[in-house]
């Protein structure tokens, strides 16, 4: 008898486009088709509650103590994958790690930057290197913490079949192996980066991406309403009642919403470019440090909308790069919340 357990087979599911047989990844929750790029949920049953995240160990360079301001800044162009390569998300990052670092204290040794252009293994911007670095990022968070999550790349729609969400959509990031590992659902994100915030802890995340606008599985949404012709509320929080809010703090996610007609824009060609989305963001926050939440929309609104294509941004990253590519296929910024609260009055900061 073999009392060993060897690694647990891949299972195989059928994509819901074409029909394809994609193999799973023990512990998947979708998989992504390598001919049609759909994405299909692993197991047709209710939603998996643990978060599986893998078992911790030190990053390197980011080991010992615990700075109170700490960042997750990830980019992915997926060169030489599968996937259409995508201009910007590498100069999102590095753009927001100068404005991080420079305008709001940040230490370069607490800011973990995940791209397809790093050398280290550790910080290739795959799925579990993408868990991790959620987890080291809000592991032991305490009460004055100020913490920032960046994504700019890929997004994707999978089917809800928990009846969460309102749309019947949950969406997800693609890491760089999505094809091979699967995309991370919102459902984890929430569990992994929003959850675990206590009182007194601060969580931004700007999530450059298409199918990004809830990415986080945040309770209320804010954006511009057409009818009344302003920023409202609305509420978000899941039809089957489940608790997607933090452990007392604070998190806060600046995206943007798309009808789903917009002409994402590849950009072929040299790589000096950053994503319109992103490039808003940090423009208007150079613009006006002091701003609140509901200016510093209205400000990326006019930005995205006059900005003409052209990158102004400040640093040495901004310096070389001369384009804004709307990889995302972004419209409108918006900005969803853990918990409402007046955004034309809460001073921003990070």
Not at 1 to 23: D, I, K, L
Not at 55 to 75: D, H, Q, S, T, Y
Not at 80 to 102: F, Q, S
């Amino acid at each position: 008898m073999n009392c060993g357990s060897g690694p647990a087979p891949a299972t195989m599911v059928r994509c819901r486009q074409c029909s394809a047989s994609v193999a799973a990844p023990p512990g998947a929750r979708a998989v992504q088709c390598m001919q049609c790029c759909c994405v299909t949920r692993v197991g047709g049953g209710g939603r998996q509650h643990g978060a599986m995240v893998p078992a911790m160990r030190p990053i390197p360079g980011f080991g010992g103590g615990r700075g109170k301001k700490r960042a997750v800044l990830v980019g992915i162009k997926y060169t030489n994958t599968r996937a259409c390569e995508l201009r910007g998300p590498i100069n999102d990052v590095k753009c927001m790690r100068y404005l991080l670092t420079e305008h709001f204290g940040f230490a370069n040794d607490w800011v973990l930057i995940l791209t397809d252009e790093e050398r280290d293994p550790c910080r290739q911007p795959t799925k579990n290197n993408i868990r991790m670095a959620m987890h080291w990022l809000v592991q032991g968070c305490s009460s004055g913490d100020s913490l920032v999550f960046q994504f700019s790349g890929a997004g994707v729609q999978v089917p809800d079949c928990s009846g969460e969400e309102r749309d019947g959509m949950d969406e997800a990031i693609c890491p760089l192996d999505s094809f091979q590992q699967g995309p991370i659902l919102d459902d984890e994100i929430n569990q992994a980066i929003v959850r675990p915030l206590v009182h007194g802890v601060k969580l931004h995340a700007i999530v450059d991406a298409c199918h990004s606008a809830t990415v986080l599985d945040l309770p209320y949404q804010c954006t511009f309403s057409k009818q009344y012709g302003c920023l409202r509320w609305r509420d978000e929080r899941p039809l089957n009642g489940a608790f997607k809010g933090t452990s007392g703090g604070q998190a806060v996610l600046i995206s943007g919403s798309s009808n789903g007609k917009t002409q994402m824009n590849m950009m072929p060609g040299p790589d000096a470019t950053v994503g319109a989305m992103t490039h808003s963001f940090i423009r208007a926050v150079e613009c006006e440090p002091r701003t609140t939440y509901g200016h510093l929309l209205t400000s990326m609104r006019t930005i995205m909308r006059d900005g003409g294509g052209n990158c102004n941004l400040q640093g040495p990253a901004g310096g070389c790069v001369r384009k804004v590519a709307n990889f995302s296929g972004v419209e409108e910024p918006q900005l969803s919340s853990a918990c409402k609260f007046d955004i034309h009055r809460e001073p921003f900061c990070m």
